[in-house]
C-alpha cells in the first residue's frame, strides 16, 4: 500500500447519523455482472473516432452559465436560455445484472427496449434526460474502449430531439466504490489504486460489491482523466459527424459525493495505516477527485456544464454533522473543475423545495432541483414552485428499472420512484405533473430569463392539492387574484408588457389592479417568439381553460402592489 501517514491526523470519534442509502453489509470480494450489449466497435487507446479530426475547429460551447445584469444565473444551451425538464434514466438498471446474488433476475435490456424510454420521456415533453454511464461501460479492459452505449444514447436522444446528461458513476457513488461502476484493472490491482482500511466491506444488489477508494489517489486520478479525455474526444467527433444537433449538454461529477464524509466515514470507520482519518482530510480527497474529473470535462473541446448533486441538504449552510468546521456544498461550487451545484432533498413539501432552490441561488450557481421522487403525490406543485424560485426540477426517476423493483423484493424501502410507472402507465399524479410540465414548457426560451418576482404559483403551498381555493399573489407590479374548484395548479408571469396566464385546470383569473385588452391571445413560445394558436374574448373574471397558455396585454396600472410573489409563495 502506497504510504499516506504523513498526510493524516487523529481525529476525535463523532456519531453521525444513519445513512440516506442503507447498504448490505458482505463478506464477498467479487461480483460477477451482465455485460450486455457487447459491440465489436471496440477501440485501443490509439484509435479513437480519427475519421474528424478533433483539431479541426476551436472549443465547440454547447451549454454555459450566464448571469443577467439583475444577478439571475440561468443556463445558456446552443446560445439560448434553456429551462431543463429533467428525469432520470438509470441506464445502469436496465444493464447491469447481479447474477452471483440473484441467479435469475428479469434480463438486460436491448437497445431497442431502451429506446422506448427515449419516447416516453418525449411524450411527457421532457426536455433532458439524465443518463447514468458507468466507467467500466466504456473502458472494459485497460486502454481499451468501446463507445457503443454513448453513440445509442446520443442517437436516441438526437431521434427524439432530446438532450441529455451523463451522470458520470465512477469512483464515488453516494459515497462508495463500486464493482458495477469501475474497470476490473481498477478493482483488481490494489497496490496502484489502493483503498481506505474497513472492517468489513459490503454489498448492493443494485451497483455489486462495495469497498472505499482513495480517490485522489494519482494514479487513480491520472486514469479517470484519461477515460474522461477519450469521452469527451468521442463524443466531439460524434457530434461532427451525426448533424451537430450537440445532445450533450451537461455531466454530473459522481454522485451525491459528500455521502463519503457525511455518513460513510463513520458508518465504515474508515482508516489508512491503521489510524482512523479526519473529516478535514477525506473531504479534501471528495474534493481532489471532484475538481480533477470535472476539469477533464471542461477542458475539453465540446466544451459543457459539469455539475454537482448534493445529499438532503436543503441550502449551503454548512453540513450539520460537522457543526463548526465549515464543510459545505460551497466547497464544491467553489471548485475550477464544477459549474453548478443541485440537491436531492427528497421531500414532498412543495416550501421545502422552493426554499432550497432560494438557498442555492447564489452568486454564480445555477439553482436547481437535481433529484427529487417522481413517486410524490404532489409531484406537480413541487415541479412548478422549483420554476418559480428560480431554478429547475429533474425527477428521480422518469421510469424505474424493473431490476431495481426485483433487487429491493419486499423491502419496505420505496424503490419504485418513478414519475409514470416501470411499464409507461401512468400513476395517479402523472396526467396532472404532465400538465404543469407542458406548461412550463410552453413558456418557451422566455422562462429561464424571468425574476422570480415576476412569477407568481397558485396552489403550491401544501403537499395535499387544495380542491377549491381562492388565492390572490402579486407580481412586481400586477395583482392576480386565482379560484379553483377544480384543484389543479397554475401559473401567472408578468413580462414586458403582457400577463400570461396557465393552469392545469379550469379556473378563473382576475387582474385586480391593471386594465388590459379584452381580447386574450393562445398560444406558446417557440424560443422567444410568441406563437399564438387562437384567441379569446375575456371579462374582466378571465375563465382560463385548463393546458391553454393566455397572454393577455397590459394597458395601465391602476394601484401599485403592496407585496410580491415571494412574500407569498
Known amino acids: 500500500m502506497k504510504d499516506y501517514s504523513l498526510l493524516l491526523t487523529i481525529a476525535s470519534l463523532m456519531t453521525l447519523s444513519s445513512c440516506v442509502t442503507p447498504t448490505t453489509p458482505s463478506t464477498s470480494t467479487g461480483g460477477s455482472m451482465s455485460n450486455s450489449q457487447e459491440s465489436s466497435s471496440i477501440t485501443n487507446s490509439e484509435s479513437v473516432s480519427e475519421s474528424v479530426s478533433i483539431n479541426e475547429n476551436a472549443d465547440y460551447i454547447v451549454s454555459e452559465i450566464k448571469t443577467l445584469d439583475n444577478g439571475k444565473t440561468y443556463l445558456e444551451v446552443d446560445g439560448n436560455p434553456f429551462s431543463i425538464r429533467g428525469g432520470q434514466l438509470r441506464i445502469d438498471g436496465l444493464l447491469n445484472r447481479d447474477y452471483d446474488w440473484y441467479p435469475n433476475p428479469p434480463a438486460p435490456l436491448t437497445y431497442e427496449e431502451i429506446e422506448e424510454y427515449f419516447k416516453q420521456a418525449k411524450d411527457f415533453n421532457l426536455n433532458t434526460l439524465e443518463l447514468s454511464l458507468d466507467w467500466r461501460r466504456i473502458e472494459p479492459q485497460k486502454d481499451v474502449y468501446d463507445f457503443t452505449l454513448v453513440d445509442q444514447l446520443l442517437s436516441m436522444s438526437n431521434k427524439y430531439d432530446l438532450k441529455c446528461e451523463f451522470l458520470w458513476f465512477s469512483t464515488n457513488m453516494c459515497g462508495d466504490s463500486h464493482v458495477f461502476q469501475l474497470p476490473d484493472y481498477i478493482i483488481n490491482d490494489q497496490q496502484t489504486f489502493p483503498r481506505f482500511e474497513v472492517e468489513k466491506n459490503g454489498h448492493s444488489g443494485l451497483y455489486g460489491d462495495m469497498f472505499w477508494l482513495i480517490l485522489n489517489d494519482e494514479d487513480l486520478m491520472t486514469r479517470e482523466r484519461l477515460v474522461l479525455e477519450k469521452l469527451m474526444d468521442h463524443v466531439y467527433n460524434w457530434n461532427l459527424e451525426n448533424g451537430k444537433k450537440n445532445p450533450l449538454i451537461g455531466m454530473q461529477i459522481h454522485n451525491e459525493s459528500d455521502g463519503l464524509l457525511r455518513w460513510r466515514l463513520d458508518q465504515r470507520n474508515l482508516k489508512l495505516n491503521g489510524v482512523k482519518i479526519t473529516p478535514e482530510y477525506l473531504w479534501d480527497v471528495t474534493l481532489d477527485a471532484l475538481d480533477n474529473a470535472g476539469k477533464a470535462v ?37 471548485l475550477d473543475g464544477i459549474d453548478m451545484i443541485g440537491d436531492d432533498p427528497y421531500s414532498s413539501d412543495p416550501k421545502k423545495i422552493n426554499s432550497t432552490v432560494k438557498e442555492y441561488a447564489v452568486e454564480g450557481n445555477y439553482p436547481h432541483i437535481s433529484e427529487n421522487m417522481g413517486n410524490y403525490a404532489s409531484s406537480p406543485a413541487l415541479f412548478l414552485t422549483a420554476y418559480q424560485a428560480g431554478g429547475s426540477y429533474m425527477f428521480y426517476d422518469f421510469a424505474t428499472p424493473q431490476y431495481f423493483i426485483f433487487v429491493n423484493g419486499s423491502g419496505s424501502y420505496q424503490m419504485d420512484q418513478g414519475i409514470i410507472n416501470p411499464d409507461f402507465t401512468y400513476k395517479a399524479h402523472s396526467a396532472e405533473t404532465k400538465r404543469i410540465v407542458d406548461g412550463i414548457a410552453k413558456m418557451g426560451n422566455v422562462l429561464p430569463l424571468i425574476d422570480s418576482e415576476d412569477f407568481a404559483a397558485f396552489n403550491v403551498l401544501t403537499e395535499e392539492n387544495k380542491k377549491e381555493l381562492t388565492q390572490t399573489i402579486c407580481t412586481s407590479s400586477i395583482q392576480v387574484k386565482y379560484e379553483t374548484t377544480n384543484g389543479g395548479v397554475a401559473f401567472a408571469i408578468e413580462h414586458e408588457e403582457y400577463m400570461y396566464l396557465y393552469s392545469t385546470q379550469d379556473c378563473n383569473m382576475t387582474i385586480e389592479n391593471a386594465s388590459f385588452t379584452f381580447k386574450a391571445e393562445i398560444g406558446h413560445f417557440e424560443n422567444d417568439e410568441f406563437i399564438v394558436e387562437s384567441s379569446e374574448l375575456i371579462n374582466p373574471t378571465i375563465s382560463v381553460g385548463k393546458e391553454k397558455l393566455y397572454r393577455i396585454k397590459i394597458r395601465s396600472i391602476t394601484n401599485e402592489v403592496s407585496s410580491t410573489t415571494n412574500q407569498n409563495v
Open 298 to 334: 471542461k477542458e475539453a473541446k465540446y466544451k459543457i456544464y459539469t455539475r454537482c448533486n448534493m445529499t438532503v441538504t436543503f441550502g449551503v449552510d454548512e453540513f450539520p454533522q460537522f457543526a463548526g468546521k465549515g464543510f459545505s456544498p460551497l466547497d464544491v461550487l467553489r
